[in-house]
């Protein structure tokens, strides 16, 4: 029950947060025009700087594992190749991007911290599985959108110097760059900028949250389904099925296992949604996944938590 209450008390917030979008729009506070501004400063600002301070914050010489490292890279690769080859079933050319990015992209630096901080009073072994993860979270999330946008029908020239430039130039893998390079030069983080760069940051999740609220179509949504329903199920319980026992196999436990859990079954990251809308798609199968992962994965995570204690993994 104390496991269900802190998830419920991770997860709830945020899709009340994406219930607020909705009704300010039913009550003509936010209008499309400013949902999409609001989308487009989180984008180019608050989630940036999010990566940016997360990363930029660790420690990698101290904190370095190499193979819990490289495990976290590899099952993320995995799930985004799998996801790939799911995505072909789709006869909607234009839905595969965000298919993909919704069935594998976690919220696993907000959610992942968190969770272990309650746990063990330390944040752990996140930071490690944020920098296996993230960065390539980010990076094959440009390269997906990009390349399945609307109007693409496949690559050429033209399309591959397009996705290169967006990958290039996309303001979240600059704030990745930007952390990763921050931290290996070993550059202290002055408590000025800490402090500024981290309320910009802040802003990120409300503001995406209610800006998807806010253009959300339940009647597009449900025309959708199908793969909003396929998405989820993949990212709440079908990652964690298979690479799990994986985790378990080679040794990793306690901190580890639960890191590995978030970055596998966590909710799909609103920035998702935030990046599908500002990269030309519809993001209305982006939106639904976040809110029905989010919806769920207080109870998933928890049922995930149990079964790991019942075999006194962690």
Same mark, same amino acid.
């Given at each position: 029950?104390?496991?269900?209450?802190?998830?419920?008390?991770?997860?709830?917030?945020?899709?009340?947060?994406?219930?607020?979008?909705?009704?300010?729009?039913?009550?003509?506070?936010?209008?499309?025009?400013?949902?999409?501004?609001?989308?487009? +400063?989180? !984008?180019?600002?608050?989630?940036?700087?999010?990566?940016?301070?997360?990363?930029?914050?660790?420690?990698?010489?101290?904190?370095?594992?190499?193979?819990?490292?490289?495990?976290?890279?590899?099952?993320? +690769?995995?799930?985004?190749?799998? &996801?790939?080859? #799911?995505?072909?079933?789709?006869?909607?050319?234009?839905?595969?991007?965000?298919?993909?990015?919704?069935?594998?992209?976690?919220?696993?630096?907000?959610?992942?911290?968190? =969770?272990?901080?309650?746990?063990?009073?330390?944040?752990?072994?996140?930071? #490690?599985?944020?920098?296996?993860?993230?960065?390539?979270?980010?990076?094959?999330?440009?390269?997906? #959108?990009?390349?399945?946008?609307?109007?693409?029908?496949?690559?050429?020239?033209?399309?591959?110097? @397009?996705?290169?430039?967006?990958?290039?130039?996309?303001?979240?893998?600059?704030?990745?760059?930007?952390?990763? =390079?921050?931290?290996? #030069?070993?550059?202290?983080?002055? @408590?000025?900028?800490?402090?500024?760069?981290?309320?910009?940051?802040?802003?990120?999740?409300?503001?995406?949250?209610?800006?998807?609220?806010?253009?959300?179509?339940?009647?597009?949504?449900?025309? @959708?389904?199908?793969?909003?329903?396929?998405?989820?199920?993949?990212?709440?319980?079908?990652?964690?099925?298979? !690479?799990?026992?994986?985790?378990?196999?080679?040794? !990793?436990?306690?901190?580890?296992?639960?890191?590995? =859990?978030?970055?596998?079954?966590?909710?799909?990251?609103? &920035?998702?949604?935030?990046?599908?809308?500002?990269?030309?798609?519809?993001?209305?199968?982006?939106?639904?996944?976040?809110?029905?992962?989010?919806?769920?994965?207080?109870?998933?995570?928890?049922?995930?938590?149990?079964?790991?204690?019942?075999?006194?993994?962690?």
């Amino acid at each position: 029950m104390e496991n269900l209450i802190f998830s419920l008390n991770a997860t709830v917030p945020v899709f009340l947060m994406m219930i607020l979008g909705i009704v300010f729009r039913q009550i003509g506070w936010i209008d499309e025009v400013f949902a999409a501004k609001m989308n487009q +400063f989180v !984008f180019r600002v608050s989630l940036p700087a999010v990566l940016f301070i997360d990363l930029a914050g660790v420690d990698f010489v101290e904190a370095w594992n190499p193979k819990f490292v490289l495990f976290c890279f590899a099952v993320t +690769f995995l799930c985004i190749l799998v &996801s790939a080859l #799911l995505s072909l079933l789709l006869k909607e050319r234009t839905l595969r991007g965000e298919f993909i990015q919704g069935a594998y992209r976690s919220s696993a630096a907000l959610l992942g911290i968190a =969770l272990i901080q309650s746990i063990y009073g330390t944040s752990g072994m996140a930071p #490690l599985m944020i920098i296996g993860s993230v960065p390539l979270y980010n990076i094959m999330a440009v390269v997906v #959108l990009a390349f399945f946008q609307p109007g693409q029908s496949g690559i050429d020239g033209v399309v591959l110097k @397009k996705t290169l430039k967006g990958i290039v130039t996309n303001p979240i893998i600059l704030g990745i760059v930007a952390g990763l =390079l921050w931290s290996l #030069l070993g550059i202290p983080i002055p @408590k000025i900028l800490n402090k500024t760069v981290s309320s910009i940051g802040a802003t990120a999740t409300p503001l995406g949250l209610m800006a998807m609220g806010a253009t959300f179509n339940f009647r597009q949504a449900l025309g @959708k389904k199908k793969p909003v329903f396929a998405a989820a199920f993949l990212k709440l319980v079908g990652w964690c099925a298979l !690479f799990l026992p994986l985790g378990v196999a080679l040794g !990793f436990r306690q901190e580890e296992l639960v890191a590995i =859990l978030i970055m596998l079954g966590s909710a799909t990251t609103v &920035s998702s949604f935030v990046m599908a809308r500002n990269m030309g798609h519809e993001g209305v199968l982006s939106s639904g996944v976040v809110m029905l992962t989010t919806l769920l994965s207080g109870f998933t995570i928890t049922g995930w938590l149990w079964i790991l204690r019942s075999f006194g993994l962690i």
